[in-house]
């Protein structure tokens, strides 16, 4: 798979909002003490992320038909600069502004990437999303280190949170103006009934996928403090061994895809491997056990999401961009679905009992994968 200057800018972009995202937590609680607030005011933080992809989701395909790709990918960045600048702010109201902005940017880069790179590379766009992907997630496991580094210096979350993806992003904002996108083509009619039933199944699929994803995520390290007693400090380092595990499946894209090229069998053993991950981290007697499961984890899920979201857009190929921007929606939701009910069952159940939520999504995704015409 050969990449381009377009594909290099992508990446780029993509990794500076994956830093940008999962470093999001490690700020939480310095944050909270500069403005001076309770736990709950700076916990709605990250809620905005999923704010920003419901919102695009909606109207995301609208917007890339008036403007076109290339101003879309323009507006992002600039979005994500401006709310990065608010966000370094001490008033509360310009902070919350400044996630909401980074959110929606993000969420427009998310529907963007996904069409654009089918555009650029259609006879291996799986490998192509799971290549961006996989740098995005490098760059989230360096966030909240940098984070901690920048914290344990005395020079403040700003510095560790902010200053490198801002620079970036100033970087590449001058070639977004140069550098050539594939156009969107204009539908030639609304989508027939037939269509979109024919999106309705990959849609579910990034749904079930983002959300397995998103629950490891936000509460693994909850997890590992509850079941192993993991200090404060050291339980964020090994929930994060499942973004070392998903940067490393999405690292390696390009290859599993070329010995696994049909999505059927791919989401099949990525699916299984995530399953085998979690039982271990789940189960797990001692924390080193359990540190080993959330790496096999990440590693099983680090391309369901690029499988999927590629389907979802290959379901559409009429309208790649309007189904980008569904397939956003989906992340939207299962960002601000999934893990509140994880968190609501923990509550009534246990947090053990409620994390079985994950190899039910992960059993219904392998059921809507076999039952799938034409994976």
């Not at 989701?57 to 992002?76: C, I, N, P, Q």
């Not at 009934?193 to 936000?218: H, K, Q, T, Y």
């Not at 857009?313 to 299962?334: I, K, N």
Request: with cysteine.
């Amino acid at each position: 798979m050969s990449r381009d200057s377009a594909t290099w800018l992508l990446y780029a972009v993509l990794s500076c909002f994956g830093f940008l995202l999962n470093g999001l937590g490690a700020i939480l609680v310095p944050l909270q003490k500069d403005l001076r607030v309770d736990r709950d005011q700076v916990a709605f933080y990250p809620t905005l992320f999923a704010v920003g992809l419901l919102i695009v989701g909606v109207f995301g395909g609208v917007l890339v038909g008036w403007v076109g790709r290339a101003v879309t990918l323009r507006l992002s960045i600039g979005g994500m600069i401006a709310g990065g600048l608010l966000l370094a702010t001490s008033q509360q109201a310009l902070t919350l502004l400044g996630a909401l902005l980074i959110g929606v940017g993000g969420a427009l880069l998310i529907q963007l990437i996904p069409a654009l790179l089918s555009a650029l590379h259609p006879h291996a766009p799986a490998a192509a999303v799971g290549e961006a992907n996989g740098l995005a997630s490098a760059a989230s496991v360096l966030a909240p280190l940098m984070v901690a580094g920048a914290l344990a210096t005395g020079m403040g979350w700003r510095a560790g949170y902010l200053v490198v993806p801002l620079i970036m992003l100033v970087l590449v904002l001058a070639p977004a103006w140069r550098v050539p996108l594939p156009a969107a083509e204009a539908p030639a009619h609304d989508a027939p009934r037939a269509d979109v039933r024919r999106l309705i199944g990959p849609w579910i699929e990034v749904l079930f996928a983002v959300s397995v994803e998103f629950c490891m995520v936000f509460w693994a390290a909850s997890a590992v403090t509850e079941w192993h007693h993991a200090s404060d400090g050291l339980a964020p380092a090994v929930a994060d061994l499942f973004l070392v595990g998903m940067a490393t499946g999405r690292s390696l894209a390009v290859p599993i895809t070329r010995r696994l090229p049909r999505d059927r069998p791919l989401m099949l053993v990525c699916a299984a491997v995530a399953a085998a991950g979690f039982v271990l981290f789940w189960a797990a007697p001692t924390l080193p056990l359990a540190g080993a499961g959330l790496a096999v984890t990440g590693l099983g899920v680090a391309l369901l999401y690029p499988t999927t979201v590629s389907r979802t857009v290959a379901a559409w190929p009429h309208a790649p961009d309007r189904a980008a921007a569904r397939a956003a929606l989906a992340s939207g939701v299962a960002i601000g679905g999934a893990p509140f009910v994880l968190a609501h069952l923990a509550d009534l159940t246990g947090l053990r009992t409620a994390y079985l939520i994950v190899p039910v999504l992960l059993a219904a995704l392998v059921a809507r994968t076999l039952t799938a015409r034409g994976a």
